[in-house]
């Protein structure tokens, strides 16, 4: 709707109306210049992005594309938010995560802007003895705590709940989640847990704690594992429902049990992806609300974490940005509680500056770019309104198909899970491999200069269920390879850049090769001579133009200085090349028999 200004004037008036119909002509002379001969909606076809779950982003979107009615926030489907006021009141609860009995960073972050802490207990964290002088000093009236313990979530729980006694906490005032979560324990080692631990601490919070959670619903192991955000929102609606079946069976009301839960997700890079994924499981969570006939209680508290998968070891300072980009579109989706991962958690236990920097990541979004004085300010966009829709959907199949194989517990135990989210990853990495999906730092803009960052080893994660994944890690195995050869020679693999012509005809090819071959340890030179150079092999760089008068006289001169395989950086056959690299090409595999002809094991 145009709102016109007090005097009247139409600022568009004098303006004829426009169709879709010729902004796709305009896009299909654009594309015709790039030499694509396509017309109308092929011509936004053309310009459209495939996403996983055979989700399809479209370059526009207007108000042709229908989505059903958000609602208000704090009303059921609650795709707004789980609360009336949103995050407008201080913003969301700022969580920080420690694997380590590390008494003084857990105060520092308290002191400096986390709100509430989520402790890792038992495997893969700080030992179960070491929970009540970890929390020494912490005023538990006034942090929540969230537990994350595994297989002694029975033991860490009772721990807390005595601590809360001790100090003198009144039931009512203790506030957090003791996380006790028997299926993704599962979907991490591989274990089953008996759900009644949990179930009893479910009925002791409703009888005694009204302000804690017993359960939390962690969609981190099947997105780590590779999953999409339809498998991740499909397998935590079936987690979810599991749960509410065990302890509606257990004698709780529906409204009792489903305040008794917490959902966990994964928050990435991909801004829009990110946001449209949180309201879709509020939207999701509700309509089980609904059917299992408690609409009012269908809000959903989730917890948003800055992903894993995402978290890069080489140029771990990028993560940086990775981690606020994922902030702000968890704060914008709507999460009760976001948790940003530091930099170098992929490489040990976080130091302190870089705890101070994730904890202060929210509280710029928070404080200075004041992302929570509005509720859900993504609603109305109608890519964000059609993308949470389309991925509500996808979520909903792939939950509807978990039940009718038997549920999430049996998914889990018979291997059908573990396939699915190995097929998707199959898929995305071939994405990574390709390039198709850079990697700053990493497949994109290497930096073989840069001194390794080194952090103390960090508590040994659970495993033995599914598999952990990381955008990084095929490229990493390549730089491992280079760091090898290095720490025995004291020089990189190398290969030599052969430039044709003037900057202008070779440049963008020469940055092109020398990225490629960057990304997976070995170092380009591009100065002096084949033979100065140290290298046995070269690649080509030019214009097609320029290859078609010199690439095989080049070629045939490179290999008579010693040049044992020639590549050519674009497209095109040519007598004395041996391979080929190009956009889209599978980098990965280049590179690997690459180190593997010179010799870097």
């Not at 495997?123 to 970890?134: M, N, S, V, W, Y």
């Not at 976001?338 to 992929?346: G, K, N, R």
Request: glycine share 10%.
């Amino acid at each position: 709707m145009t709102v016109l200004p007090d005097d009247g004037l139409e600022l568009a008036g004098e303006f004829p109306d426009v169709t879709h119909e010729q902004w796709q002509r305009l896009v299909a002379g654009v594309l015709r210049k790039a030499g694509k001969d396509v017309e109308g909606a092929e011509a936004e076809e053309a310009l459209s992005t495939t996403l996983e779950d055979g989700l399809r982003t479209r370059p526009l979107y207007t108000a042709r594309d229908e989505a059903p009615d958000p609602g208000l926030p704090g009303l059921a489907p609650f795709v707004r938010g789980s609360r009336p006021e949103g995050n407008t009141v201080g913003g969301w609860d700022v969580r920080q995560r420690h694997t380590a009995a590390d008494n003084a960073a857990v105060l520092a972050d308290l002191e400096n802007g986390v709100t509430s802490l989520w402790l890792v207990v038992g495997e893969g964290g700080l030992p179960p003895a070491a929970l009540e002088p970890t929390l020494d000093g912490v005023l538990l009236d006034l942090a929540p705590v969230a537990l994350d313990a595994g297989a002694d979530a029975e033991t860490a729980a009772a721990t807390l709940l005595r601590l809360y006694e001790e100090r003198g906490v009144a039931p009512e005032a203790a506030r957090g989640t003791l996380g006790a979560d028997p299926l993704g324990h599962e979907a991490r080692t591989g274990q089953a847990l008996d759900p009644a631990p949990a179930t009893a601490l479910a009925l002791r919070c409703v009888t005694s704690y009204p302000g804690l959670r017993a359960l939390t619903v962690d969609a981190l192991p099947y997105h780590e594992a590779g999953g999409s955000a339809g498998q991740e929102l499909g397998a935590s609606l079936a987690t979810g429902v599991a749960y509410l079946r065990q302890l509606t069976e257990a004698g709780l009301g529906v409204e009792q049990a489903l305040g008794q839960l917490e959902f966990r997700y994964a928050a990435t890079a991909d801004q829009f992806l990110t946001i449209a994924k949180l309201r879709a499981a509020r939207r999701l969570w509700a309509r089980v609300a609904e059917v299992s006939g408690a609409p009012a209680a269908g809000a959903q508290h989730q917890h948003a974490v800055t992903s894993p998968v995402m978290m890069t070891r080489r140029d771990p300072w990028v993560n940086m940005l990775r981690t606020t980009i994922a902030a702000l579109a968890a704060g914008t989706g709507g999460a009760d509680a976001v948790t940003v991962l530091p930099f170098d958690e992929a490489l040990g236990l976080p130091d302190a500056f870089a705890r101070r920097i994730a904890r202060n990541t929210s509280t710029v979004l928070i404080e200075e770019s004041h992302l929570a004085r509005v509720i859900d300010p993504a609603s109305g966009s109608w890519y964000v309104e059609r993308l949470t829709d389309e991925l509500a959907h996808a979520g909903w199949e792939f939950f509807r198909s978990v039940e009718r194989d038997g549920g999430q517990a049996a998914v889990l135990r018979s291997g059908r899970l573990a396939d699915d989210l190995a097929a998707t990853w199959r898929t995305r990495g071939a994405k990574l491999a390709a390039r198709r999906e850079p990697i700053t730092g990493v497949s994109e803009f290497p930096n073989l200069a840069e001194p390794p960052v080194h952090r103390a080893p960090a508590p040994a994660p659970r495993s033995g269920g599914l598999p952990r994944v990381r955008r990084d890690e095929a490229f990493e195995a390549l730089r491992a390879r280079s760091d090898a050869h290095l720490a025995a020679t004291g020089s990189r693999p190398r290969i030599f850049l052969a430039t044709i012509g003037p900057a202008a005809a070779h440049t963008a090819r020469a940055a092109f090769a020398a990225n490629l071959f960057q990304a997976g340890g070995i170092e380009a030179v591009t100065t002096g001579t084949f033979e100065e150079s140290g290298a046995a092999e070269a690649c080509l760089c030019s214009s097609d133009a320029l290859y078609a008068e010199q690439a095989e006289q080049t070629a045939a001169a490179l290999r008579s200085a010693g040049a044992t395989h020639v590549f050519l950086a674009g497209r095109g056959d040519y007598a004395g090349v041996d391979s080929r690299i190009f956009a889209g090409a599978d980098a990965v595999g280049v590179l690997s028999t690459t180190l593997d002809r010179m010799g870097v094991s």
